[in-house]
């Protein structure tokens, strides 16, 4: 099993015990800026986030630690791995427990074993006022580039709130390039300005494995400390209840080759965690029991502002985005994998034109042949879901929530299978 053992902790602590031999240390940056191992928006205090109380600070530190520690040590033959973090906190709320909860989230989300310690960390000020709210009111909601945030914010409006929206700069430059004209379109059709803010948090050195499950908690927790900084007591994350479900297509696609971002029973354990740490914060959904295609079609129907469908054709969904293995650009959306046939059902559902380039559009010949030779795992995936229907013993044998509704549960995957149904399959 491939391992990995990471210590985090604020920069310049040179009267501080070396790791031991084998582990790599990351070194947050007293101010915003960079070590030669994090770069960060954020100080060590979190600046210039305000408002936020040590639980804050040590949920984002330990969030951190797991995303560069998940992008830092390589898979083996073997889907799972070895990880150790060792975190300075600021808390006194670290007791075994909630240290138990933590690696056991970490572990579903990632597949993994984690091993989580902790030291006390030196005393720090705590910023009292924060610089990054924009003057905003409301809960705060996420923004990633993807199709269904951007579906969440037009919703959103359409309910009469006014979100502060929140974004981790990813280091992929389409999606980089999506987040910033989803943020222009929106400056343009609200008024006032909604509040957009990006932060970049990632390693300083080369990210070596491709897949990083770990960033969904990454999410949550920068998610947290932006609400946490303009006093707001509602973490919005709008995706599609389908793929937050993400049931797995078929036997051999279960564990954690299903992500659980948005999962249900994710939620459910963040917000133990938060308990423990004193966070007032709850986190919600507000497409939990849609799937992709019907929160479309409510979009669709609240009468958006112009120019919404093309806005939506440039949002990220892609699990891939290899597209330069096959001769095309790694910028667009493949069109073959599962979150893209799901995105691309989405249109169809809705009766929207689906104005997104496609890697696979765009290729002809071997290229095509290879692309598609290339997702023949995804492709008979999906196709075999059609084909079986819902899998209620996966729904039943799975991890939810006390009195989560699997009845409800049931009917959603239906529906969603049922917009897959609605796809062309090469």
């Keep these: 099993m491939a391992r990995g053992s990471f210590v985090l902790r604020q920069e310049d602590n040179a009267g501080r015990a070396g790791p031991d031999l084998g582990t790599e240390v990351l070194e947050w940056p007293i101010l915003p800026g960079r070590t030669t191992s994090v770069v960060s928006d954020l100080g060590w205090n979190l600046t210039p986030l305000g408002g936020v109380n040590a639980g804050v600070c040590d949920l984002v530190h330990v969030a951190v630690a797991a995303y560069i520690a998940d992008r830092r040590t390589a898979r083996g033959a073997r889907f799972g791995r070895d990880l150790s973090i060792h975190v300075s906190v600021l808390s006194e709320a ?25 030291e006390a960390a030196p005393e720090i000020d705590l910023p009292v006022a924060g610089e990054l709210s924009g003057g905003a009111v409301g ?22 709130e006014h979100p502060l929206f929140f974004g981790h700069k990813d280091t992929a430059t389409s999606i980089q390039s999506a987040q910033s004209t989803i943020g222009q379109w929106l400056a343009g059709s609200y008024t006032p300005v909604p509040s957009y803010t990006r932060l970049v948090l990632h390693q300083g050195t080369k990210r070596i494995e491709k897949s990083s499950r770990s960033r969904s908690l990454l999410f949550l927790a920068l998610g947290i400390a932006t609400a946490t900084s303009v006093g707001a007591s509602i973490l919005l994350v709008p995706e599609n209840g389908y793929t937050g479900i993400n049931l797995p297509l078929r036997p051999n696609r279960g564990g954690a080759l299903s992500t659980r971002s948005t ?10 965690i938060l308990k423990h740490l004193d966070i007032p914060v709850s986190i919600r959904n507000p497409f939990e029991w849609l799937t992709k295609g019907e929160a479309m079609q409510r979009v669709r129907d609240s009468n958006p502002p112009a120019g919404w469908i093309t806005t939506a054709g440039t949002t ?6 290899d597209g330069n293995w096959y001769g ?24 929207i034109p689906d104005s997104s380039r496609y890697l696979f559009s765009e290729l002809s010949g071997t290229q095509f042949d290879e692309l598609v030779s290339a997702r023949r795992g995804d492709i008979e995936a999906v196709r075999y879901a059609i084909e079986a229907g819902v899998d209620t013993n996966a729904i039943e044998s799975g991890t939810w929530p006390a009195y989560y509704d699997l009845d409800r549960v049931e009917d959603l995957v239906a529906r969603g299978l049922a917009e897959l149904a609605l796809l062309e399959l090469p």
């Design 94 to 118: 670290w007791t075994s427990d909630l240290i138990d909860k933590v690696e056991a989230l970490l572990g579903w989300l990632t597949g993994d074993h984690w091993t989580l310690t902790t």
């Design 139 to 160: 809960p705060v909601s996420l923004l990633s580039g993807g199709l269904d945030s951007f579906m969440g914010a037009i919703y959103l409006h359409s309910q009469g």
């Design 263 to 272: 999962h249900p029973e994710t939620f459910h354990r963040v917000t133990s």
């Design 316 to 321: 990220m969904s892609c699990s891939k985005l």
């Design 328 to 351: 095309g650009s790694p910028n667009l959306n493949c069109g073959l994998c599962v979150p893209c046939m799901v995105r691309r059902a989405t249109f169809l559902k809705a009766q």
